[in-house]
């Protein structure tokens, strides 16, 4: 099928943030086409841990943007007239030993003045919440602001209410060039053919450093594969997600318990690893740490497994930018893509059409990359 069709905005990928700009530009009313190479929810969004999270994450600047972007979802159920599977969750991330909670004790409060959202739970607070948690944790560090939704049913939303609104969304289309006419981009070309526009945005996930090749700059990503376990539906059995932020060899785990009962369960941290193949190592390291930190899950029976690749810039900030010589080009790559994604959706969708008080692109800018930086992926990393 070749065809060339006219359009405003041609959005590379459809993934979370490919989506949520797609419809926050159709709503600013730019004619807009998605592009996604592969399936719906094929690719990061498809195979996610689903936390939105703000937590931990530093600097401060960075946690408090997560706290602005989690707070947004909030009304954004009535919004896309759907059903997001949205859940006020908090979270907590579990503290071993008595060492550890008096380290904590000395430490939280300048974090809280930061701008952090933390309160140390001491253990008896902690199994008030969370009865699970066995009485080897001392306590745990709880924030009450992260949130979970069901991505598959968010993505869905959001391009549902980008085609009620005129755009179009194409899957199995690979993106194969640019083209620039008068010094900006005026095209992208793909093996279907060719969409004319005069602006593009790349949220292509872990193709974008194949996309800024073709676009002559570097987008510096590491890709870091993750994964998950589902167990069977079991009555509720927690109330926040739940984490061990320890280093996955050290006994770090990850756990949450859905709308249905299911209990999600990860992570493995592998590094410079793309493909997206479930592992018997790490199906069982995920399911011994677990299990050795929670007992109780011992009786519980694992139905599924999956694997996810993480995109993560080398600074572990988000990359929301301009490319250098493509005027009308902007990439996006990132990793807690579903934590930001409404808050980054409104913002690129002002920055296209000239209202844009945000500074982001400033701030997040591939400009930031002039020098070499080594690559810093924490072990608090989600797969959000």
Not at 63 to 91: F, H, P, T, V, W
Not at 368 to 381: D, M, N, Y
Request: with cysteine; aromatic share 6%.
């Amino acid at each position: 099928m070749n065809h060339a069709s006219q359009c405003d905005l041609v959005v590379v990928g459809g993934g979370v943030i490919g989506a949520s700009v797609a419809y926050h530009c159709a709503r600013k009313g730019l004619r807009t086409v998605v592009l996604e190479r592969g399936e719906p929810l094929g690719g990061t969004t498809g195979a996610t841990f689903a936390w939105l999270g703000a937590h931990l994450k530093k600097p401060a600047r960075y946690n408090r943007l997560n706290q602005e972007a989690i707070a947004l979802y909030a009304g954004l159920e009535a919004e896309l007239e759907a059903d997001l599977e949205y859940a006020a969750l908090g979270s907590v991330i579990l503290v071993r030993s008595e060492a550890e909670m008096d380290r904590w004790s000395q430490e939280i409060d300048g974090l809280r003045q930061q701008g952090f959202r933390l309160e140390l739970w001491d253990g008896a607070r902690l199994r008030e919440r969370e009865p699970i948690v066995p009485a080897s944790f001392a306590g745990g560090i709880h924030c009450p602001v992260d949130v979970e939704v069901n991505p598959f049913r968010l993505v869905t939303a959001y391009l549902a209410a980008a085609r009620r609104l005129g755009a179009e969304v194409h899957h199995g289309v690979k993106v194969t060039g640019f083209q620039r006419e008068a010094g900006r981009v005026s095209a992208v070309v793909t093996e279907r053919g060719t969409w004319r526009a005069g602006r593009v945005v790349c949220a292509a996930g872990i193709d974008s450093d194949r996309i800024g090749e073709m676009l002559g700059v570097e987008v510096p990503i590491v890709k870091v594969k993750g994964q998950v376990l589902v167990s069977e539906r079991r009555p509720r059995m927690l109330n926040s997600f739940l984490a061990l932020t320890t280093a996955v060899e050290d006994g770090g785990f990850m756990l949450k318990q859905v709308r249905s009962g299911n209990l999600v369960i990860g992570y493995t941290q592998e590094d410079g690893i793309a493909d997206r193949a479930s592992t018997w190592h790490g199906i069982l390291s995920v399911g011994r740490n677990a299990v050795r930190g929670l007992p109780t899950l011992r009786d519980v029976n694992v139905i599924r497994a999956f694997a996810g690749v993480r995109v993560v810039p080398r600074d572990s900030l988000p990359i929301i930018s301009e490319v250098p010589g493509w005027p009308g080009v902007v990439v996006l790559a990132m990793h807690s893509g579903l934590t930001l994604s409404v808050l980054v959706g409104r913002v690129v969708a002002g920055h296209l059409t000239g209202a844009d008080p945000s500074g982001l692109f400033q701030e997040f800018g591939l400009a930031r990359f002039g020098t070499p930086i080594e690559a810093k992926v924490t072990a608090f990393g989600g797969m959000a």
